[in-house]
């Protein structure tokens, strides 16, 4: 039996889907390429999906159907599509792995304001709740999940703290 994870990420990028595991490693030799181009030597197969075709739970449950993968891997915000596909559309039963990378709340605040920031505080806190896994690179995310009741692995790898402080620095690009 193949062990296959369907990857969801929500970049438009289509290189996501179309390059080869190798390829797209070659191209941006970290974070999940990495991973993946180390787990298909040990007998994964990955099948990803970008934005374009995971844009809504239908068309991702249509994917964990056909694909009947070993696991859900998802990231960003699209991370609440696997789960309502597999409570709505199909029977795939499978475990759902949230990756938590970013702090979602404030990314939205800081561009569209306060009723945006509002609405990503509820659905990130959806997709955490709702994953059967999370894995963070964040203590801070770490502490939030468990504030809310829900166990997180954390891969030390990236930001910790949510500031964002625009005079922290001193100079400003113009043009």
């Given at each position: 039996?193949?062990?296959?994870?369907?990857?969801?990420?929500?970049?438009?990028?289509?290189?996501?889907?179309?390059?080869?595991?190798?390829?797209?490693?070659?191209?941006?030799?970290?974070?999940?390429?990495?991973?993946?181009?180390?787990?298909?030597?040990?007998?994964?197969?990955?099948?990803?999906?970008?934005?374009?075709?995971?844009?809504?739970?239908l068309a991702v449950a249509r994917r964990m159907k056909n694909d009947a993968p070993t696991l859900v891997l998802t990231n960003s915000v699209i991370g609440l599509h696997p789960?309502?596909?597999?409570?709505?559309?199909?029977?795939?039963?499978?475990?759902?792995?949230?990756?938590?990378?970013?702090?979602?709340?404030?990314?939205?605040?800081?561009?569209?304001?306060?009723?945006?920031?509002?609405?990503?505080?509820?659905?990130?806190?959806?997709?955490?709740?709702?994953?059967?896994?999370?894995?963070?690179?964040?203590?801070?995310?770490?502490?939030?999940?468990?504030?809310?009741?829900?166990?997180?692995?954390?891969?030390?790898?990236?930001?910790?703290?949510?500031?964002?402080?625009?005079?922290?620095?001193?100079?400003?690009?113009?043009?």
């Open positions: 039996m193949t062990k296959t994870i369907l990857y969801l990420v929500s970049t438009r990028d289509k290189r996501i889907q179309l390059a080869k595991t190798d390829d797209y490693y070659n191209e941006f030799p970290w974070g999940h390429a990495a991973v993946f181009h180390n787990l298909e030597p040990l007998g994964w197969q990955v099948n990803r999906l970008g934005l374009h075709d995971a844009w809504s739970p789960v309502i596909a597999r409570r709505l559309f199909c029977r795939w039963r499978g475990p759902i792995v949230a990756t938590w990378d970013d702090f979602y709340e404030v990314i939205w605040l800081a561009n569209w304001g306060w009723l945006a920031g509002r609405f990503m505080r509820w659905f990130e806190k959806q997709i955490i709740m709702r994953s059967d896994f999370v894995i963070t690179i964040s203590y801070h995310n770490q502490r939030r999940a468990e504030a809310w009741g829900k166990k997180t692995w954390y891969i030390p790898n990236g930001c910790d703290e949510p500031v964002y402080d625009i005079n922290a620095c001193p100079f400003r690009l113009s043009g």
